[in-house]
């Protein structure tokens, strides 16, 4: 195990509880990855579109041990009391040394259009900044993905430019990404 790894922890919001992936989350992780536009947007969707079902057990399942090998933290959204799997939240493209990570996310069909996302988002960025002393999380969605970018505003993140160029797409051409970014200063609130 690494020096350096996100504690195992639940964050619970007003709404939601953020919790490890587990063997129980299977079904509804495979319906979320046969969802047409899943596959089509989320920046994973098309390894996982298509995908059986002993394949999103072994993901839900394995979220564990990536975790204690320092690669991030992936983690289940549901309702605050308990409830059908509302999608997933992660952080990602961690560097323990200088202390940052990108969030990702994607909501289950049944609960798009609720704001679960952009609530799970600023809850983890929240949780790492002030808990688990990161010094920023930067947030990366396709230009033209604007629910995702409903998100990072929602989240309150801070958009900060396009990287042109920067991601392969599935036609075989290259996408833009806005980039946005949350920091431990972006908490403190505001001076009178």
Known sequence: ??????????????????????????ADVHEAWQDELFGRTASVGY??????LETAAGWCTGAEK??????????????RDGG?????????????????????YWTAP???GNGYAGEAARAVAEWALRDVAFERISLRAAVDNIASRRVADAAGFHFEGVQRSVFPARDGGRLDLAVYSLIRPDLEPSPA
């Open 1 to 26: 195990m690494p020096d350096e790894v996100f504690p195992r922890t639940d964050i619970v919001t007003t709404r939601l509880r953020l919790r490890a992936f587990g063997a129980r989350d299977a």
């Open 47 to 52: 390894l996982f579109a298509g995908a059986d």
């Open 66 to 79: 990536r975790r204690q090998d320092g690669l991030g933290v992936e983690l289940a959204i549901e309702p």
């Open 84 to 104: 059908r799997l509302l999608g997933h939240v992660a952080l990602f493209g961690v560097n323990w040394s200088i202390r940052i990570a990108e969030v990702h």
């Open 110 to 112: 049944w609960a798009r």
